[in-house]
């Protein structure tokens, strides 16, 4: 595993995000999205960490973070 593999796996576990999770929002397979992370693929790592960077946290999520800042009851 690379640097940048061995980075992008540890962003995303600090984020608390599954792997199908990133997969979904990169759009591609889960296994594919596995692939990346294991250095395969190399050339997808960085547009992979901008769309984890974006991704907020699953704590963030079920707290109601920000997807339902800006909502007027």
């Given amino acids: 595993m ?3 593999a061995q980075d992008l796996r540890s ?3 600090e984020k608390r995000l599954t792997q199908a999770e990133v997969a979904l929002k ?3 397979s ?3 999205y596995s692939a990346i992370e294991r ?3 190399s050339s997808e790592i960085p547009e992979a960490l901008k769309v984890v960077n974006r991704m ?5 999520r079920t707290r109601g973070g920000s ?3 800006g909502r007027e009851k």
Avoid: C, I, P, S
């Fill in 26 to 28: 990169f759009k591609v």
């Fill in 39 to 41: 250095g395969q693929n």
């Fill in 2 to 4: 690379t640097t940048k």
């Fill in 11 to 13: 962003l995303r576990l």
């Fill in 30 to 32: 889960q296994a594919y």
């Fill in 56 to 60: 907020r946290t699953r704590t963030d």
């Fill in 67 to 69: 997807e339902k800042a």
